[in-house]
């Protein structure tokens, strides 16, 4: 099913190729997935009122 040299024989393409690049482009696209629809969420939705301040009040009291 995968292309063949014609001179050597070789195949162009090793399924192993598919597993290691195709795995680092996945990860690579779900990373600008993930920052680009924080970005969108952000500028459409916002964030709630006083939710930083939750945050601290959560990590202080985790902290002690």
Do not use: Q, S
């Amino acid at each position: 099913g995968l292309g063949v040299y014609p001179d050597t024989g070789e195949k162009m393409i090793h399924p192993m190729d598919f597993l290691k690049y195709g795995f680092l482009l996945w990860i690579l696209c779900m990373g600008v997935v993930w920052i680009l629809g924080f970005l969108v969420v952000y500028n459409i939705v916002g964030f709630p009122e006083g939710i930083l301040e939750t945050a601290r009040g959560v990590m202080e009291a985790g902290a002690r």
